[in-house]
């Protein structure tokens, strides 16, 4: 099994940052995804960002450009640095961690962290 544990998020006015972190911890494997997907009120869960494990990133294009997505190995840990912030970016954020095995994945979801953007 993976553990995931979201933290940093918060309440903040519009055009602020934020940092979220999720640290991982249990079963690891060497190829992955790390993910970040949000979920706002009465609103279906979207993509929000994706690092792997060769470091390539992608962004949802409501984002590009404000958020960024980066990990720390040795930590076990990623993170969204999310700049310029919206109130539209108001959200639960979800850290999703996706084991890529030669014929399957499995994904784990950790608890997610509310982020407030106010006007």
């Known amino acids: 099994q993976v553990q995931l544990v979201e933290s940093g998020g918060g309440s903040v006015q519009a055009g602020g940052s934020l940092r979220l972190s999720c640290a991982a911890s249990g079963v690891t494997y060497y190829r992955y995804d790390m993910s970040w997907y949000r979920q706002a009120p009465g609103k279906e869960r979207e993509f929000v960002s994706v690092i792997d494990s060769d470091g390539s990133t992608r962004y949802a294009d409501s984002v590009k450009g404000r958020f960024t997505i980066s990990q720390d190995n040795a930590k076990n840990t990623v993170y969204l640095q999310m700049n310029s912030l919206k109130p539209e970016d108001t959200a639960m954020y979800y850290c999703?961690?996706?084991?890529?095995?030669?014929?399957?994945?499995?994904?784990?979801w950790g608890q997610g962290t509310e982020v407030i953007v106010s006007s």
């Open positions: 999703k961690k996706t084991h890529k095995y030669p014929f399957y994945t499995n994904d784990y």
